[in-house]
């Protein structure tokens, strides 16, 4: 069992910037990828960025050259660096990991882009 607490989340103005964390804890040695997905009211829950242990990185093509996913395997935390947000980045963010006993997900933490 894989336990996830993030932080980081917020009300910010478009193009500010948000960093959000992850920090795991329990059965971590079985954990490969890590990552951010996101929710938005009505629709479905998407991915947003992964890392694996050996640091391959994958974006949804939306948050390309905008956010930066890193993650501390010493540490297991991962993190996403949000920056240039805009008003459709609003969305509930869910840290999310898997490794051989499954997928975990974290509660989720909001991020409101307005004006």
């Known amino acids: 069992q894989v336990q996830l607490v993030e932080s980081g989340g917020g009300l910010v103005q478009p193009g500010g910037s948000l960093r959000l964390s992850c920090a795991a804890s329990?059965?971590?040695?079985?954990?490969?990828?890590m990552g951010w997905y996101r929710q938005a009211p009505g629709k479905q829950r998407d991915l947003v960025a992964t890392?694996?242990?050996?640091?391959?990185?994958n974006y949804a093509d939306s948050v390309k050259g905008r956010f930066a996913i890193s993650r501390d395997n010493a540490a297991m935390t991962v993190n996403l660096q949000m920056n240039n947000l805009k008003p459709e980045d609003t969305a509930v963010y869910y840290c999310?990991?898997?490794?051989?006993?499954?997928?975990?997900w974290g509660q989720g933490t909001q991020v409101t882009v307005s004006s």
């Open positions: 890392i694996t242990s050996g640091g391959s990185i």
């Open positions: 999310s990991v898997l490794g051989v006993s499954g997928r975990s």
């Open positions: 329990g059965s971590i040695g079985s954990i490969n990828v």
